[in-house]
């Protein structure tokens, strides 16, 4: 049975990204790629454009950095989804001085009634030191609650680690 609602978590280069393009890409299309991130400077444009290239053809992407509800909604019809990345989203809404909270209930009442299946990646930032700073705390801690909100209702949540799926809830691919 497939999961609905995929949650994968993990540290950087610890393989979620490809785990849930695998996991997308399992299912019949077509597949969306709703992208957060946002080109600030020349190194993050390359990470980009090597997302990108790494990916199997055959992706709709949509760059949305903000609106994420909003871009689930409207392409969620189609075929299943992974969006990449949530911490990347909330710290595009922290830049906007966005409503944080406001933004997560909207999320989290929009990713049950979805018609097709969506895959969730997220850093996982809360297993080092504290931050000595209070963005970097309060960024942590917006992650936190939200990767916790969202586990919740995934059918599952995958932690990655070199390259190795952890399964956390439900059952590991």
């Known amino acids: 049975m497939t999961a609905r609602l995929t949650l994968v978590l993990g540290g950087a ?20 790629y709703i ?9 993050m444009r390359q990470r980009i454009r090597q997302h990108q290239a790494d990916r199997v ?14 871009a689930l909604a409207s392409s969620a019809a189609a075929g299943p989804v992974l969006v990449d990345c949530l911490t990347l989203w909330l710290t595009n809404l922290m830049l906007a001085e966005r409503d944080i909270t406001a933004e997560r209930a909207r999320l989290l009442a929009l990713l049950p009634t979805l018609p097709s299946p969506v895959v969730l990646v ?16 309060d960024f942590r ?13 995934a059918d599952r949540v995958l932690f990655m680690a070199a390259g190795l799926p952890l399964a956390l809830k439900g059952e590991a691919p």
């Open 13 to 32: 280069r610890s393989g979620k990204s490809a785990m849930a393009e695998r996991l997308v890409t399992g299912l019949p299309g077509p597949w969306t």
């Open 35 to 43: 992208a957060t991130a946002q080109a600030f400077d020349d190194e």
């Open 57 to 70: 053809p055959g992706w709709q992407t949509l760059e949305e950095p903000l609106d994420l509800a909003g």
């Open 122 to 137: 997220g850093n996982e930032v809360g297993l080092g030191i504290v931050p000595e700073n209070k963005l970097a705390r």
């Open 141 to 153: 801690d917006h992650a936190g609650r939200l990767h916790q909100d969202i586990a919740r209702i």
